[in-house]
């Protein structure tokens, strides 16, 4: 049984995102109490600390530079490592400079290895598939969410351990799970040889379109959603945990359901689907005044994150098999364009406006919605958009 395990790449996919969850959720979660409690960090601090935590997101396409000197697999591997020593260390330098160097350990390690998962999930998954077991897959990484949130409480609250000695466990973990993943898994070949330049191909445009807008959009929920429940409405932070328990939990459920949906229905409809029910969000977030529905609009936007899905199985239906990895990497780097300025613009019009930022964000969503227009009913490669494509798949 365990020899066929470590022969699936399917089991491999399972354990690089499980395990990917598990270190990257504990560090998030600690962040802000650890910076502020043991490393008294001021606001200026902070706002570096973050910015630097993007920088490896921004510079992702990367990683099509060191696939010339090392497999697609193997680069995983080293990965996990890496995110795993970054939050093993973390709780050891309680200070500006020390936390600086190992959030960008961390932030190397996860940016990289979230950009080769996705890679090898669209070569290693058949198109009919992806979006089932991509589904399945956000769906255990919701649950591990679950586990690290259940164990940082009971670890802290019963046995009240140290921040280091709860960073050491959780990046240790993702840390050996790296070094026996390598060990023990086949290294499996590639059934298309990746191309190894980074090229920004013309018929991939739309896909970058929709990836850069996925980016902005996502910035606004991640940076300002939060903020406005605990500055408008005094949401503490054991409800914003409550909330974090909750979206984990319908993503469990839901996630695999989308997936099914995207399997069915196809991409264009549920982008689509989870563009229209951005919209609604922002626009309500901008003009919300009662808590109940805030906290509906945060849990809402999480399940409709879980669509985007379809972005990632449209691209491995119109990609050129051996552009996945080279086009993947370079996704994330346009996915995190608006990671480096966003926050700073947008922070300025908040000053101004809270209702104008998320109009913004409808905006971005209105936006992404008329693009979607532009993806065929059955996209392919050759057939990436409605302008090349003939009137039967209008």
Request: no cysteine.
């Amino acid at each position: 049984m365990f020899k066929n395990l470590f022969k699936s790449r399917e089991a491999l996919l399972y354990i690089m995102s499980i395990s990917m969850v598990f270190s990257f959720s504990a560090w998030m979660s600690l962040l802000n109490n650890f910076v502020i409690e043991v490393a008294s960090f001021d606001g200026s601090q902070i706002g570096i600390l973050q910015s630097l935590r993007e920088v490896p997101g921004f510079l992702a396409f990367t990683v099509v530079l060191v696939l010339i000197f090392v497999a697609q697999q193997k680069l995983a591997y080293i990965s996990m490592i890496l995110l795993g020593l970054g939050v093993l260390l973390t709780g050891f330098y309680p200070s500006a400079l020390g936390l600086y160097i190992t959030t960008v350990i961390m932030s190397i390690g996860f940016h990289y290895l979230e950009t080769l998962n996705q890679s090898l999930s669209l070569q290693w998954l058949s198109k009919e598939k992806a979006p089932i077991i991509l589904g399945k897959i956000t769906a255990a990484k919701s649950f591990t969410s679950l586990i690290v949130f259940v164990l940082i409480f009971f670890m802290m609250k019963f046995f009240s351990l140290e921040y280091k000695y709860v960073y050491v466990f959780f990046g240790l973990i993702t840390l050996f799970t790296g070094i026996l993943a390598w060990i023990l898994f086949e290294h499996f070949k590639e059934d298309v040889v990746q191309e190894k330049k980074i090229v920004l191909k013309k018929e991939y445009w739309l896909f970058y379109v929709l990836t850069f807008f996925a980016g902005a959009r996502r910035q606004i929920f991640v940076v300002f959603a939060g903020f406005l429940l605990v500055e408008k409405f005094g949401v503490d932070v054991h409800n914003m945990v409550a909330l974090l328990f909750i979206n984990s939990i319908l993503n469990m459920y839901f996630a695999p359901k989308i997936g099914r949906f995207i399997a069915n229905f196809g991409e264009r409809i549920t982008l689509r689907l989870e563009y229209i029910g951005l919209m609604l969000v922002f626009i309500s977030y901008a003009f919300v005044d009662n808590i109940y529905f805030a906290f509906f609009l945060y849990i809402l936007d999480h399940v409709l994150f879980s669509m985007a899905i379809a972005l990632k199985t449209y691209f491995q239906k119109i990609a050129d098999p051996k552009d996945i990895a080279s086009a993947s990497a370079i996704s994330f780097t346009i996915n995190h364009i608006a990671a480096v300025f966003l926050p700073v613009l947008l922070g300025l019009v908040w000053l101004y406006s809270h209702s104008l930022v998320f109009i913004i964000g409808s905006i971005i969503a209105f936006a992404s919605f008329l693009f979607s227009f532009l993806i065929p009913r059955n996209p392919e490669q050759g057939l990436e958009t409605i302008l090349k494509t003939n009137l039967k798949q209008v």
